[in-house]
Structures are given as structure tokens and as C-alpha cells.
């Protein structure tokens, strides 16, 4: 099993910054990508948005293009943890933000665990 924390979710202005972070726990050396996803306000978990990904022996990512150029995802593998710096954020990014893993190869693949979720609030 693995077990994701994520954290450094808030309030943040339109316009601003935030980053927030996800660290894996647990059989970490089965985890091929790390994503990132969000639940928008009234959406439901069938709905969650993939955000971003990242390959975990690789450098290969993926953005959605409500985000590319806005957001980045990077990964410290000796901290087995996976970042989501988000800049320039609109009122549109406010959802609970997911991180989860997946251990089969691809940016495209299921996700086989997930975090419980930190909260990003932008104003408007």
C-alpha cells in the first residue's frame, strides 16, 4: 500500500501563488507517476479534474490546458514528494486538490491511490 499527505493548501488572492505538496508513504518504490487532481465546487469525485502528472523515473509531465503556463509539477525523490506550484490563479482553480499515484508506466494511466485532499481557495 501507499499512503499520500498532502498539504500547503489556503486562501489565496486571484493572481497569486501557492504550492502545494504531496508525500508518499509506504511500498513508494511501486509508484511509476504522481498526479495531481481537483474537485471543483458541486462536482462530483466522477468529475475530478486530472491537473497535472509527473513520471516518477522520468521527466515526463503532463498539464491540463486549463493550466498549462500557470502551474508546474516537480518531485524530490529522496522526499518521496511530489509539488504542485501553482501561480497566477484564478477564481476558477478553487477545488480540493488531490494528489495520487499510480504504479503502472504513463501519464495516462489509473490512479491507484489517492491523498484526502487539500483545500485551495482563490478570490476574486
Known amino acids: 500500500q501507499v499512503q499520500l499527505v498532502e498539504s500547503g493548501g489556503g486562501l489565496v488572492q486571484a493572481g497569486g501563488s501557492l504550492r502545494v505538496s504531496c508525500t508518499a508513504s509506504g511500498r513508494t518504490f511501486s509508484i511509476s507517476t504522481m498526479y495531481w487532481f481537483r474537485q471543483a465546487p458541486g462536482k462530483e469525485r466522477k468529475e475530478r479534474e486530472k491537473v497535472a502528472g509527473i513520471e516518477w523515473s522520468r521527466s515526463s509531465t503532463y498539464y491540463a490546458d486549463s493550466v498549462k503556463g500557470r502551474f508546474t509539477i516537480s518531485r524530490d525523490n529522496a522526499k518521496n514528494t511530489v509539488y504542485l506550484q501553482m501561480n497566477s490563479l484564478k477564481a476558477e482553480d478553487t477545488a480540493v486538490y488531490y494528489c495520487?499515484?499510480?504504479?503502472?508506466?504513463?501519464?495516462?494511466?489509473?490512479?491507484?491511490?489517492w491523498g484526502q485532499g487539500t483545500q485551495v481557495t482563490v478570490s476574486s
Open positions: 495520487a499515484a499510480g504504479v503502472r508506466s504513463g501519464l495516462t494511466t489509473t490512479p491507484d491511490y
